[in-house]
């Protein structure tokens, strides 16, 4: 029995003489019960016809006979349509014997109504407004077809949420329908909001989400999930019909990267907002022109949330950089520190890539020893999103065996909302160093013990030169908060500083032809230079070390 009023008649008439299908008459007729909309639709169909002959067959009577009336002639039509031996292969075949079976004098209006969907010799009727979706895109074949891409993916999940992207003249020919029925409304003093009207995409999701659950062994198909399954409809036929709003309301259509058309359906729904209903008819018909064509379904995409692993790295190589190194589109050095660490993460987790960050970088020249620097990565579409303690500690052991060139520990999995304690307060941390110091004048032993005792030296670093091209030229204040030397000859020792993190600490070593002041030149009043640096330490308490 289909949850329809008396007021609800016109409508229904309405809709089916313009080329409605079942469904979208129950959505124009705002039916929000979602089992009417799992029905078979030429059921549906059946019933919505007997319902409109009803009401010219019992015009005399009052209101609540005819709904009585009503009942009966659903019952009736229920128990024929449930022989499964009657199933006809088109809705066409299917409308003829009940014309023929029905009483003499309903018989002409049963014509009448037939007549009004516009079902003719050898054609099918594609739907006016939803375009064939709710008619031929929303069946076991289409749950099957989803089905199969969820599983060649391979993908680990607990729930998933079904999602579809609808062409967007879909929302200029509601709008025309939803016209159409205004008219009657009014006329008839019935009132419905338009967002009242079950959308396409809400009736899609009410039919499909059981079917795709069925399909994929009972997974929950929900309404919010770490997984989601997209499926993309388009119907190129009709594409031309958002066409005239972009002279009707300009200012909504203006192009935009990464979209191949400016009809979006975000800029047609604001263009129908604008536009008025009498310009509205002038450039549009309604109800809408009936389509040759269905609506098709692209490739179905699956996309996993990322999933986000840190922990520290060591890098033990002095010719290595943290991120692939590109001049002009040409790679530098063979590797490097992200590559060597994502290598095994993308492959355990299935991932299509990945981003990578970390609590600062070191020069290519520049080693990372001690605990190691903090690092994250996100990874894009993992098809895997869960390993087990014991199997991150195997991960990390096959990135460890993998190079000699770098080592993780804590390897982690976190979430986004913790990665961003590796960036906040950045500045604030500390971080330690060694660095092997040449000097142009000969030393001795006693000429820098004078160094060890100088304590948060405040020194004022312009941009380095080196750097120029990627950060702003600006004088940034950075704290020395201790150094320490050990006397190696009389040329050389080695410095150890501890200092805010974001320190230049090349620079402060040669002074960047005076670019940082105080520098090492002037304490040490000759020409000092770096040949080695290591960082020793990266005072960040993220992510939590995981005992050995
Ligand atoms: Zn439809």
Known sequence: MLPLKEKDKPIVQKLLSAGCCARCVLRFCCVSVQAAYRRPQH?????????????????????????????????SHDAAVS?????????????????????????AAAAAAAAAVKLKDGESSVC???????????????????????????????????????PAQLCVREHSCWLHVKKESREKSVAAD?????????????????????????????TRSLFEVAVEITHPETDADCHFLASTCPDCFKPTKNKQSVF???????????????????????????????????????????????????????????TPWLIDGERRMESSVEELIAASILSSFRADGFNFSSSGREDVDVRTLGNGRPFAMELLNPHRSRLSKVEMKQLQETINTSSDKIRVRDLQIVTKEAMSRMKEGEEEKTKSYTALIWTQKPIEKDDITFIDDIKDLTLDQKTPLRVLHRRALAVRQRVIHSMNTRFLDSHHFYLGLKTQAGTYIKEFVHGDFGRTKPNLCQLLKTDTDILELDVESVDVDWPPSIPE
């Open 194 to 222: 338009k967002d009242d009207v079950i959308q396409v995409k809400e009736a899609f999701k009410w039919i499909m989400q059981g079917l795709v659950s069925k399909e994929l062994g009972g997974v929950a198909v929900v």
């Open 43 to 75: 059921e549906t169909l059946k019933e919505l016809q007997a319902f409109i002959r009803d009401t010219e067959n019992d015009k005399p009577q009052d209101s609540e006979t005819a709904v009585e009336s009503t009942e009966e002639n659903n019952k």
């Open 83 to 107: 022989e499964p031996a009657e199933d006809p292969p088109s809705k066409r075949a299917k409308l003829e014997p009940s014309a023929a079976d029905a009483p003499s004098e309903e018989a």
């Open 264 to 322: 979006t359906r975000m800029a047609v729904v604001k263009a129908l907002e604008k536009v008025s209903d009498a310009k509205f008819l002038k450039h549009y018909p309604c109800p809408p022109a009936q389509p040759t064509s269905c609506c098709s379904s692209q490739d179905v995409q699956c996309l996993h949330v990322s999933v986000f692993v840190a922990g520290r790295y060591n890098k033990f190589c002095r010719s290595l950089p943290q």
């Open 128 to 166: 006016v407004v939803c375009l064939g979706i709710l008619q031929e895109l929303c069946d076991t074949t289409q749950a099957v077809k989803i089905a199969e891409a969820v599983k060649a993916g391979k993908y680990e999940f607990d729930t998933l949420v079904l999602s579809v992207s609808l």
